[in-house]
Nanobody, 122 residues
Framework: QVQLVESGGGSVQAGGSLRLSCAAS?????MAWFRQAPGKEREWVAV????????DYADSVKGRFTISQDSAKTTVSLQMNSLKPEDTAIYYCAADKDVGRPWYARSAYNYWGQGTQVTVSS
């Protein structure tokens, strides 16, 4: 059974840091993080292509967040620094084996984690 298990969410004050992890039961070719704030659409945050390690970030998190993978390429982490209240959301891990779709689109991913809450207070 395909599984993506997220961990590492929590509460932190503005300016603080959190690290999220997503453990996959199998290796995927592309893995990403999305987030959804209350009353808003789910938005793409970061992506990593596990084969070559290429990454990309949404403008809102560029320079503050870093996506990385372990040597087995089945666990992806999201290091979040200089957190802001507007980063508050449920963070979802997403994955797929097809690398041909736009990485920023929800439709590009067939596999999703259950989500983990990140709360940043001012």
């Amino acid at each position: 059974q395909v599984q993506l298990v997220e961990s590492g969410g929590g509460s932190v004050q503005a300016g603080g840091s959190l690290r999220l992890s997503c453990a996959a039961s199998v290796r995927y070719n592309v893995m990403a993080w999305f987030r959804q704030a209350p009353g808003k659409e789910r938005e793409w945050v970061a992506v990593i292509y596990t084969g070559n390690g290429i990454t990309d970030y949404a403008d809102s998190v560029k320079g503050r967040f870093t996506i990385s993978q372990d040597s087995a390429k089945t666990t992806v982490s999201l290091q979040m620094n200089s957190l802001k209240p507007e980063d508050t959301a449920i963070y979802y891990c997403a994955a797929d084996k097809d690398v041909g779709r736009p990485w920023y689109a929800r439709s590009a991913y067939n596999y999703w984690g259950q989500g983990t809450q990140v709360t940043v207070s001012s």
